[in-house]
C-alpha cells in the first residue's frame, strides 16, 4: 500500500494483511541503499501473529522506476531519517510501535528512541553500533556511483556462510540478491546513505536516552559492525539485551531463523 508522508507518496508492505488501528505495529526500517524486502523472513510471520507488520521503503528507496518506489528525496542525516519515521507514524496514525532496524535503520532507530521517546514500546537493533565510519575506499567508489561500491558492501557485508551459499529459501544467492537490491536503487543513494551513516556521532549520547527495552542482535563475523561495538552500544541502553551470531552483517538474510525467534522470545516478554 501507499501512504502520503509530507506530501509525498511513501511504500510500505503490509506483508499480506490489511491495516487494523486496534491492533500493536511493528515498524521495520531497512539499511543503507536497500529497501523493505530485507525483511520478508522476519515481517511476514509477525503480520500472522496480531501484529501490523509494516516494512517501509525510506524516502527515495525502492527498484527505480517500480512501483514501490518511495519518493521525495532521500534525508541527508541520520536525524533527518529518525524525523521522517516519526512523521510515518504519524501518517499511519500510530501512537506507539515496535521499531525494527538494520544496520542505517539503528543509527535511526537511536535517533527516534532518543527525541521521540514516547513513539516505541520496544526497540530491536540487528548489526549495531554508536557509530558507522566507513572505509575512504567505498566512500570514494560510491560517490562516482562505481560498481565497486556495491560490490565492497555486498562482499564486506556477508559472512562466510553468505559468500558460500546455504540460504534457507532454495536457490537464492544471499550475494546476488544484494547486488541486485544495490543496482537498482538511485543514483548517489548509497554515497547520501554513507555519508550520513559515516557523520553520525551521537550514538552513545542517545543511547543513555533510550526508555523503551531494546534488543541488540549483532554478528561474531560481521565486518561493517562488529560485535564488540554492539556489545559497547548495549551497555550504554539502561534495558537492553545484547545476543551475538555466528554470522556476518546481513543478519535478517544469513541468519533469518534465529534472528526470528530472538525476536519473537524478546517480543513476548
Not at 201 to 226: F, N, Q, R
Given at each position: 500500500m501507499f501512504v502520503e508522508v509530507k506530501g509525498h507518496k511513501t511504500f510500505v508492505n503490509l506483508n499480506g494483511q490489511t491495516f487494523?488501528?486496534?491492533?500493536?505495529?511493528i515498524v521495520f526500517v531497512h539499511g543503507a541503499a536497500m529497501e523493505q524486502s530485507a525483511w520478508a523472513a522476519q515481517a511476514r510471520y509477525f503480520a500472522y501473529h496480531d501484529y501490523n507488520s509494516l516494512s517501509v521503503n525510506l524516502p527515495a528507496h525502492g527498484p527505480v522506476g517500480s512501483p514501490n518506489q518511495s519518493a521525495g528525496e532521500a534525508p541527508t542525516t541520520i536525524a533527518a531519517y529518525g524525523d521522517w519515521v516519526v512523521d510515518f507514524l504519524d501518517a499511519m496514525k500510530i501512537e506507539k510501535a515496535v521499531l525494527v532496524g538494520h544496520s542505517m535503520g539503528t543509527l535511526i532507530g537511536l535517533e527516534v528512541a532518543a527525541t521521540y521517546p514516547n513513539r516505541l514500546e520496544k526497540m530491536i537493533l540487528v548489526g549495531a553500533a554508536p557509530s558507522m565510519p566507513v572505509h575512504p575506499a567505498l566512500v570514494d567508489a560510491a560517490s562516482k556511483d562505481d560498481w565497486l561500491a556495491e560490490e565492497l558492501m555486498t562482499s564486506w557485508g556477508h559472512g562466510l556462510g553468505g559468500h558460500l551459499g546455504g540460504n534457507k529459501a532454495n536457490g537464492v544467492w544471499m550475494k546476488g540478491t544484494a547486488l541486485s537490491v544495490f543496482?537498482?536503487?538511485?543514483?548517489?543513494?548509497?554515497f547520501n546513505d554513507l555519508s550520513a551513516c559515516s557523520s553520525y556521532?551521537?550514538?552513545?549520547?542517545?543511547?543513555?536516552?533510550?526508555?523503551?527495552?531494546?534488543?541488540?542482535?549483532?554478528?561474531?563475523?560481521?565486518?561493517?559492525?562488529?560485535a564488540r561495538q554492539g556489545a559497547k552500544l548495549a551497555a550504554a541502553i539502561p534495558d537492553c539485551k545484547n545476543v551475538v551470531l555466528p554470522v556476518g552483517h546481513?543478519?535478517?538474510?544469513?541468519?533469518?531463523?534465529?534472528?526470528?525467534?530472538?525476536?519473537?522470545?524478546?517480543?513476548?516478554a
Open positions: 487494523d488501528p486496534a491492533k500493536p505495529s543496482g537498482n536503487s538511485e543514483d548517489q543513494l548509497i556521532e551521537t550514538g552513545m549520547d542517545s543511547a543513555a536516552k533510550i526508555a523503551c527495552p531494546t534488543l541488540i542482535i549483532s554478528g561474531k563475523d560481521d565486518k561493517m559492525t562488529p546481513m543478519m535478517p538474510s544469513e541468519a533469518p531463523n534465529e534472528v526470528l525467534d530472538l525476536m519473537i522470545e524478546f517480543l513476548a
